[in-house]
Structure formats: structure tokens, C-alpha cells
């Protein structure tokens, strides 16, 4: 079992940066992958980055590839979630998710992760 806890949301201004945590609950953190989403008003939530249980790869969504930075601390079992460059388009409740590095399902599969936060909104202005 994982508990996620996200926190890092604000309201910035365009162009500006925030940087979103996922802390998790228990000792194995770093058999986890996680998985950033995104949800905006209206709209579907959608895959955002996705990071290995070791650390040692990633995904990223085309829309956020180049602003975006993904990284994890197991020693603190959290991940992190840099945001830069922000566009009011980034406007979400940003979702981080869990599943086993058992897991072989697609990464951007949301039905593949069987542990989520509570969410953490970000609001970008212009």
C-alpha cells in the first residue's frame, strides 16, 4: 500500500516556474513507478511524465517536453515535478500516481496505477 501527498500548486504568471512534490507513505518507494497527470476544467485528465522506480528513465508528454522536469529522491520517497515556462494551457489539478515496477502496462495508462494523490491545482495566468 502507498499513500501519495501532493503539494507545490500555486497561481503564477505565464513564463513563471513552481516546482510539485509527491511524497509517499512506506519503505518501498523505490519499487514504485510514478506517473504525473494532469486534469483542466472541462477536460479529460491526461498523462503529464512518467518516471522509473530506479530513477533511471523517463517520459514525457510532447506538450511539456522541454519544461517540464521529472526526478525522485527514494531516500525521501518523494518525487519531484519541476514545472518552467509555464502556460496558462498548463491550468490543471496535477495528479501524482503509483503502481508496482512489476508493472509492465503502457506508462501513460492511468487504469495502470492503482495509487493516487488527492491532487494539487495549478493555475497559470496570462
Known amino acids: 500500500q502507498v499513500q501519495l501527498v501532493e503539494s507545490g500548486g500555486d497561481l503564477v504568471q505565464a513564463g513563471g516556474s513552481l516546482r510539485l512534490s509527491c511524497a509517499a507513505s512506506?519503505?518501498?518507494?523505490?519499487?514504485?513507478?510514478v506517473g504525473w497527470f494532469r486534469q483542466a476544467p472541462g477536460k479529460e485528465r491526461e498523462f503529464v511524465v512518467f518516471?522509473?522506480?530506479?530513477?533511471?528513465?523517463?517520459y514525457y508528454a510532447d506538450s511539456v517536453k522541454g519544461r517540464f522536469t521529472v526526478s525522485r529522491e527514494n531516500a525521501k520517497s518523494t518525487v519531484y515535478l519541476q514545472l518552467n515556462s509555464l502556460k496558462p494551457q498548463d491550468t490543471a489539478v496535477y495528479y501524482c500516481?503509483?503502481?508496482?515496477?512489476?508493472?509492465?502496462?503502457?506508462?501513460?495508462?492511468?487504469?495502470?496505477?492503482?495509487?493516487w494523490g488527492q491532487g494539487t491545482q495549478v493555475t497559470v495566468s496570462s
Open positions: 500516481a503509483a503502481k508496482p515496477m512489476s508493472s509492465s502496462s503502457y506508462y501513460a495508462n492511468e487504469d495502470s496505477y492503482p495509487y
Open positions: 518516471i522509473f522506480a530506479s530513477g533511471g528513465g523517463t
Open positions: 512506506g519503505r518501498t518507494f523505490n519499487r514504485y513507478h
